[in-house]
């Protein structure tokens, strides 16, 4: 089991970016992928989560109505688009895997990929 993160980079305020999760040795849509990300000196803090049934997606309000997470089954890859991008926002970006009900608890999460980082100027 393999994820990838990847998509990260210098962006100023308001701006996009789009970060990808690649997965290998299983099949994404059979499994809850979450997205978590880690300032410098801080917490690691739950971004948003697309479940393995139908694909429901929850963020968290932080990021909620600026931050997309959507899967393509196809590539088996699972996506965070993010605009309106905030200094705030600035952080290691990591994807994790877990099978069974929703969490936003990182330590539930079994599979990490490498984090990609991210950083937006004001």
């Known amino acids: 089991v393999q994820l990838q993160a990847s998509g990260g980079g210098l962006v100023q305020s308001g701006g996009s970016l789009r970060l990808s999760c690649a997965a290998s040795?299983?099949?994404?849509?059979?499994?809850?992928i979450g997205w978590f990300r880690q300032a410098p000196g801080k917490a690691r803090d739950y971004v948003g989560v697309?479940?393995?049934?139908?694909?429901?997606?929850y963020y968290d309000d932080s990021v909620k109505g600026r931050f997309t997470i959507s899967r393509d089954n196809s590539e088996n890859t699972v996506y965070l688009q993010m605009n309106s991008l905030k200094p705030e926002d600035t952080a290691v970006y990591s994807c994790?895997?877990?099978?069974?009900?929703?969490?936003?608890?990182?330590?539930?999460?079994?599979?990490w990929g490498q984090g990609t980082e991210v950083t937006v100027s004001s």
């Open positions: 697309i479940m393995w049934n139908g694909g429901y997606v």
């Open positions: 040795g299983f099949t994404l849509d059979q499994f809850t």
């Open positions: 994790a895997v877990k099978g069974g009900p929703f969490s936003r608890n990182a330590a539930d999460y079994k599979y």
